[in-house]
């Protein structure tokens, strides 16, 4: 897993992810845009339990993880997060494709193999996704609190063949909604990158992989951060 780091000009985000945000460190590297941070881990580990908020700070309990994270921070010569002067940008909750895992939903299922109408738009639905990435939001929440400008990078349109379409469609939503609702900005690229059903398009795919987006993607998402003044 790769990693980054600015040390000779001044970072203009903090990077903290899961393997989404290797392509926009890929991307801003390659462009030249100075940053920090990188990949923590995988998507899977960053949507319960996977940090604790302190009053000016956040420990997060894999310890690789925290590890990565203490060393960005001492390159940003910052103490804690409440200390950064710079926005944060994040992918953590927008793995969808691990919320929309086809068997974790067989139990919603009408007896014909679909979805009762509704379903997917429903208090119910959003409640349970929302339970699934419960700390996921409450990191952006305490990022919030402590005063920090958040942007949440939204996943690219791939689902592999565990995950059910819909589900990871209308998950991706719920998620978006309940970040706006918490004032985090939410970078979403997929008119630019999606075609008429919603997937994202060859060009926009990490060859010979199932969910990452390339290198195309990443330089989409550090266009849209660049054009919100990062």
């Not at 960005?72 to 103490?79: C, G, I, M, S």
């Not at 919030?144 to 990871?168: E, H, K, N, T, Y």
Request: glycine share 10%.
């Amino acid at each position: 897993m790769t990693q980054y780091s600015t040390t000779t000009i001044p970072a203009r985000f903090l990077l903290l992810g899961d393997s989404h945000a290797g392509v926009i460190g890929r991307a801003a590297k390659g462009a030249g845009v100075p940053f920090c941070g990188g990949p923590l881990g995988a998507g899977r580990e960053f949507n319960a339990e996977f940090f604790d908020g302190l009053e000016d700070d956040v420990v997060f309990r894999g310890a690789e993880a925290h590890r990565l994270y203490r060393e960005f921070l001492a390159e940003l010569d910052v103490p804690g997060l409440a200390r950064l002067q710079v926005p944060l940008v994040s992918t953590f909750g927008f793995s969808a494709h691990f919320v929309a895992t086809t068997q974790n939903w067989q139990s919603y299922r009408a007896r014909g193999g679909g979805f009762l109408p509704g379903f997917l738009t429903s208090r119910l639905f959003d409640d349970i996704v929302s339970a699934t990435v419960r700390d996921a939001l409450a990191f952006y929440r305490h990022a919030r609190a402590l005063g920090l400008r958040v942007l949440a990078v939204m996943p690219p349109q791939r689902i592999p063949g565990l995950s059910d379409p819909a589900v990871f469609m209308a998950a991706q939503e719920t998620v978006r909604r309940r970040l706006l609702a918490l004032d985090v900005e939410v970078v979403d690229v997929r008119a630019r990158v999606a075609d008429e059903a919603g997937f994202q398009r060859p060009e926009f795919c990490e060859a010979n992989d199932a969910i990452h987006g390339n290198l195309a993607f990443g330089r989409l998402i550090v266009t849209d951060l660049l054009s919100r003044g990062l």
